[in-house]
């Protein structure tokens, strides 16, 4: 089974401060296909970075994403009043098994 | 606008059973896969389904295997979710995500959900 752990489980911070969130996996993902979403209350998720580190279209570049094999990396340089969600790592790299990370939160 | 729009939640039984649609616009919906993803209340997101491009193909986890069917009407740019033995802890938003391939990829597009309570 493939397992994604977020770290840590929430991350408390100030606007302005920078938030460094860590996705590791229990196998190394293929071709670095690991991808970040932001999901706020009552919304849908929404697809900030894929393969590990190609930010989606539309998406700041205060977003950045690195790593490769079993850790991972989603950094907000300069946090955002808007920036204050749940972020989660997802890994598409052991298809057709597609697999979710726990969420890390962001609060101020 | 690529656009998904889910439908057909509702309050079911345990045991009973509950269809979803996935509506898509904006884009050539023959040429993507199409995943389901469900978030249980106060909880993370958790995958259930895809569907390849043409339909030949389907996955599954486990934990709704042999309950779950996903199918396709290229014709009609719909995607559909048969739920059946359901559970109280299939509890929650249903999710349809467009792939960004047509056998695998990121979820480049969601809709904004569908909400399913199995409760007596």
């Known amino acids: 089974e493939f397992v994604l752990t977020q770290s840590p489980g929430t991350l408390s911070l100030s606007p302005g401060e920078r938030a460094t969130l860590s996705c590791r996996a229990s196998q190394t993902i293929s071709s670095n296909f690991l991808a970040w979403y932001q999901q706020k209350p009552g919304q849908a998720p929404r697809l900030l970075i894929y393969?590990?580190?190609r930010r989606a279209s539309g998406i700041p570049d205060r977003f950045s994403g690195s790593g490769s094999g079993t850790h991972f990396t989603l950094t907000i340089s300069r946090l955002e009043p808007d920036d204050f969600a749940v972020y989660y790592c997802q890994q598409y790299g052991n298809s057709p098994e597609w697999t979710f990370g726990q969420g890390t939160k962001v609060e101020v | 606008q690529m656009q998904l729009v889910e439908s057909g939640g509702g309050v079911v039984q345990p045991g009973g059973s509950l269809r979803l649609s996935c509506g898509a616009s904006g884009f050539r919906f023959r040429s993507y896969g199409i995943h389901w993803v469900r978030q249980a209340p106060g909880k993370g997101l958790d995958w259930v389904a895809f569907i390849w491009h043409d339909g030949d193909k389907k996955s599954y986890p486990d934990s709704v295997k042999g309950r779950f069917n996903i199918t396709r009407d290229n014709s009609a740019n719909t995607v559909f979710l048969q739920m059946s033995r359901l559970k109280a802890e299939d509890t929650a938003v249903y999710y349809c995500a467009k792939a960004s391939g047509m056998s695998n990829g990121y979820m480049d597009v969601w809709g904004k959900g569908t909400t399913v309570t199995v409760s007596s």
């Open positions: 393969g590990a580190s």
